[in-house]
């Protein structure tokens, strides 16, 4: 008798930071706290325009630039990105909500994956995912340096290095930029979005929500045609 063929694992990647958190308002008043300083007076249309999806290195270049301000953009950036690091972690813990469990456990049940991407200290966030299925709720480090979101080369990298397919694997992407990343990489894209990003174009993503619930993971097992 032919051996059956193992059915290819599916999942999905969530972008804690920006998702279970609200971490773009909070980058936001890092950064304007940090830069002000500086003798900028960050703004949102500064950093929608400057900053939002690139690097912080090459957006702070930019922002520098164009306000006349000279600053060493690469030691603003490493200070940016610790900053952001250092708030994520004092709140990652407290952000595994209920909303957000229910999700979790909806998908487990199923035998899909759950990957916790965050660039917080993983260890602080490794005792709130505790009473979740240990085997299939990874909390993974994820150390971009994007403004915002994550590149395309990072969702494909949190799939090869979860055992994950891109191809099935869901995207919880926190941004309208996020969710176009999130494509790029071959994977299908939803999205947890914030006040403060509501101006971005969420084209391509299946459904917008403002919350992690039960039902959400019903669309994600939708996506997934499980």
């Not at 008798?1 to 971490?23: C, S, Y």
């Not at 990652?92 to 979790?104: L, Q």
């Not at 995207?171 to 914030?194: F, N, R, T």
Request: with cysteine; aromatic share 6%; net charge negative.
């Amino acid at each position: 008798m032919a051996e059956e063929k193992k059915a290819l694992p599916r999942g999905v990647v969530v972008e804690f930071d920006f998702t279970a958190i609200d971490g773009s308002q909070l980058l936001f008043d890092t950064a304007k706290k940090l830069l002000a300083p500086l003798g900028v007076d960050l703004t949102v249309k500064l950093e929608a325009i400057h900053l939002a999806g690139g690097n912080y290195q090459g957006g702070l270049t930019e922002l520098f630039a164009a306000l006349d301000v000279k600053q060493d953009s690469a030691k603003v950036a490493q200070d940016l990105a610790e900053a952001f690091k250092a708030a994520l972690t004092e709140r990652v813990a407290a952000s595994v909500s209920a909303g957000f469990k229910a999700f979790a456990k909806a998908l487990t049940e199923k035998g899909v994956k759950v990957v916790v991407a965050t660039r917080a200290d993983i260890e602080q966030l490794r005792p709130a995912l505790a009473d979740l299925d240990a085997d299939l709720v990874v909390p993974y480090a994820e150390p971009s340096n994007t403004y915002g979101n994550c590149k395309w080369d990072a969702w494909r990298r949190a799939c090869n290095q979860n055992g994950l397919v891109n191809m099935l694997t869901v995207a919880v992407a926190g941004s309208g930029k996020g969710v176009k990343s999130a494509l790029l990489a071959g994977m299908s894209a939803l999205s947890v979005a914030h006040d403060h990003v509501a101006y971005q174009d969420f084209g391509g993503a299946d459904v917008v929500v403002d919350a992690f619930d039960a039902k959400l993971a019903q669309e994600v097992l939708r996506m997934l045609h499980m």
